[in-house]
C-alpha cells in the first residue's frame, strides 16, 4: 500500500468522522446526545431538532459517503479497491468518530452515499424498499434495516446466478465488505430492534403530524 493510498484512507475516515447531526443540533442549541435516542444521527435530529435540520443532516452525512467514494474512483482509477476502502472508511468513521470519543452514528446515510457510488442500481432498489416500508409503516428503523439486508443478501446473488444482479458482478471483496457494512448498519440498529419488538419504536411522519 501506498503513502498516497493510506493518505486517502485516513482522510476518508476523518470526513466520514464529522459529527454534522450534533453539529447542527448545537447550532439550534440541542445538544443530540441528550435528548430523543440520544443518537448523532439524523433520524434523531428529526426527531428533536426538527425535520428540515434532519432532511440536511441526513444530506451531510450522505454527501460524506458519496463524495469521497466518487473522488476515489476518479482520481486513481488504476487501483481498483481505493473507492471501495475510501467509502468503507467514510461509514466507519460515522460511526466512530474520534471527534466524539468514539461514539458515532448508525452509518446508513454514509453507507447510502458510498453504496451510491459503487453500486447504484443495486441501492436504488433498497431505496425504493426502504421508502415502501416507512411509508407503510413509519419506522425508519425497520425500513433501514431491511434496505441493509437486502443488500447483504444481493451482492452474493451473482456468485449463485453466474450473471450479474442490479448492474453488480462477481466482485469477492466488494461483496464482503458490502455484507460487513450491511450487517454493522444493522446491529447498531440492536436498541431500535428491541424497541420494535416491544412496540415502543418512536413512529417518523415525513410531511404530516408528528414524530410519535
Not at 448545537?26 to 426527531?47: C, L, P, Q
Request: hydrophobic share 55%; glycine share 12%.
Amino acid at each position: 500500500m501506498t503513502l498516497e493510498c493510506i493518505l486517502w484512507l485516513v482522510g476518508a475516515y476523518l470526513v466520514g468522522a464529522i459529527p454534522f447531526g450534533f453539529l447542527i443540533g448545537r447550532m439550534r442549541g440541542v445538544d443530540v446526545r441528550t435528548v430523543g435516542s440520544k443518537n448523532i444521527g439524523a433520524t434523531n435530529v428529526f426527531r428533536t431538532v426538527g425535520r428540515k435540520w434532519g432532511l440536511l443532516a441526513f444530506a451531510c452525512d450522505f454527501l460524506k459517503g458519496l463524495v469521497p467514494t466518487l473522488l476515489a474512483k476518479a482520481c486513481a482509477p488504476d487501483v481498483a479497491w481505493l473507492p471501495l476502502a475510501v467509502g468503507v472508511m467514510c461509514v466507519v468513521g460515522h460511526m466512530l468518530t474520534p471527534y466524539m470519543k468514539f461514539k458515532g452514528g448508525k452509518g446508513v446515510a454514509t453507507a447510502f452515499g458510498m453504496l451510491v457510488a459503487l453500486v447504484p442500481a443495486l441501492v436504488g432498489v433498497a431505496f425504493a424498499l426502504f421508502a415502501v416500508v416507512f411509508a407503510l409503516f413509519h419506522y425508519i428503523s425497520l425500513g433501514s434495516c431491511l434496505a441493509a439486508a437486502f443488500l447483504a443478501v444481493g451482492v452474493w446473488v451473482p456468485f449463485l446466478t453466474g450473471g450479474t444482479f442490479c448492474g453488480v458482478g462477481r466482485s469477492l471483496p466488494q461483496a464482503i465488505l458490502i455484507t460487513v457494512i450491511a450487517l454493522f448498519v444493522i446491529y447498531k440498529h440492536r436498541s431500535n430492534i428491541a424497541r420494535l419488538v416491544a412496540g415502543s419504536e418512536n413512529k417518523i411522519y415525513l410531511f404530516k403530524g408528528k414524530a410519535a
